[in-house]
């Protein structure tokens, strides 16, 4: 616990204007910092000689709408960046949320850690997240006539395409969903006195 404090005193003095919040949670940091300041954090982070997180680990994107049941009153889109400082042996967790709601921009960090490639294209395909900077941003597990980002929160289970092969057509063909709403709370069945003791 001790490693962590000291880390976190080394961002306090590091980033000191550019911090939005600083937390500590079982073990794990998480700074948090505005978009605007992404890309010099970030470069900080990696080339300070008390920091040095060499590694991006893992970059994801998430969707604060419905968070906490609504609670959440601040930005929907946010990035999350985990990183890892080899050299001391340190884990960091940088979240940054994008500034507009209807159009989520987070400037690339590819040129820092090139691992970020894949990731933002990622969160770019599920999120709908744009990466400005980015080499080649373009939809990675979705098809390319895919419309919209499944992970956004309003995204609907079903979506709103179905694939299909047309034998008429001889080709796949794309058209409005048919599947009918339905409840998905599981039922519970039981045969009539079921438990009862004889």
């Not at 880390?7 to 306090?12: H, I, P, S, V, Y």
């Amino acid at each position: 616990m001790a490693s962590i404090a000291a880390l976190a005193e080394n961002l306090k003095t590091t980033f000191a204007d550019k911090i939005v919040d600083l937390v500590a949670v079982s073990g794990e940091l998480t700074l948090v910092v505005r978009a605007a300041d992404l890309l010099s954090v970030a470069d900080a982070l990696r080339d300070h000689p008390q920091l040095k997180f060499e590694q991006l680990i893992d970059l994801c994107g998430l969707d604060y709408r419905d968070y906490g049941n609504g609670r959440h009153d601040g930005l929907r889109y946010a990035v999350v960046y985990h990183l890892l400082s080899v050299s001391s042996n340190h884990r960091l967790r940088l979240k940054v949320f994008a500034a507009d709601d209807e159009f989520p921009v987070m400037d690339s960090v590819v040129g820092i850690w090139p691992s970020a490639n894949w990731f933002e294209r990622e969160a770019f395909d599920l999120f709908g997240i744009m990466f400005p900077g980015h080499p080649d941003l373009r939809r990675i597990l979705t098809d390319y006539g895919f419309i919209g980002h499944p992970f956004r929160k309003d995204f609907p289970l079903s979506g709103f395409v179905e694939v299909r092969y047309d034998p008429d057509q001889k080709r796949v063909i794309y058209q409005p969903v048919s599947i009918e709403p339905r409840e998905t709370v599981p039922r519970v069945v039981r045969e009539a006195h079921y438990g009862d003791v004889e």
